[in-house]
């Protein structure tokens, strides 16, 4: 990472630690949710269009789950990080729509961070069966993989072009030229008498 970055990156970490049980899946989630539009709209044709199936309220890209989706069906993100991401956004959900009693250590979401697959540090004494633990060490080993991706991504940026010729699909009468030998025709005939 870039040192400004890193310590950008050191100072959200610091701030996801110190959050509530209820702050942490929100904050952790929103930061990747970004690094997913950031993503697509690396990825996407630059305009008008781009931004609002990203941005507006009914936008259908417009969610977290949507975005990821978007971009595991796009190959912008693999196997892993798709699987991590989902169970992040099922953490997520489960915080952001209960309206109280919710915590880590609620067996549904206690179930949903011991699926995290992220790689845990060893040693040092590391709570590595703590669910908390495992959220927020999930949350930032996506977050690490994903800061660059929209840069990555922009390297291959989508690009309007045309798949047909407008001459290819044009009206002609057969009374005033022949049909192209090398395009396909469909013939409409006209009835005469009808």
């Known amino acids: 990472m870039r040192l400004a970055d890193t310590e950008d990156f050191s100072k959200f970490i610091a701030e ?6 209820r702050g942490l899946p929100l904050v952790g989630a929103a930061l990747i949710d970004d690094r997913l539009e950031e993503t697509l709209r ?28 978007t971009c595991y069906a796009l190959g912008l993100i693999d196997d892993y990080e798709y699987a991590e991401i989902e169970l992040i956004r099922k953490v997520r959900n489960e915080f ?13 979401v206690k179930g949903l961070c011991s699926s995290l697959c992220s790689d845990l540090p060893e040693g040092s004494g590391h709570p ?6 495992r959220f927020v060490n999930a949350v930032v080993c996506v977050a690490l993989r994903l800061y ?4 990555w ?3 291959e940026r989508r690009q309007s072009k045309t798949w047909i010729s407008q001459d290819a699909v044009r009206w002609r009468s057969i009374d005033d030229e022949k049909p192209p030998s090398d ?3 469909v013939v409409v005939v006209k009835r005469h008498g009808n």
């Open 148 to 151: 660059y991706r929209p840069e």
């Open 96 to 108: 952001a729509h209960a309206k109280h009693g919710t915590s880590f250590q609620t067996e549904r």
């Open 16 to 21: 996801l630690q110190r959050e509530t049980d």
């Open 153 to 155: 991504v922009a390297l």
């Open 128 to 133: 590595t069966s703590d669910p908390r633990f």
């Open 42 to 69: 690396s990825f996407f044709c630059e305009g008008r269009t781009s931004s609002k199936l990203l941005e507006e309220a009914n936008g259908p890209l417009g969610t977290f789950s949507s975005r990821a989706q």
């Open 183 to 185: 395009v396909p025709v």
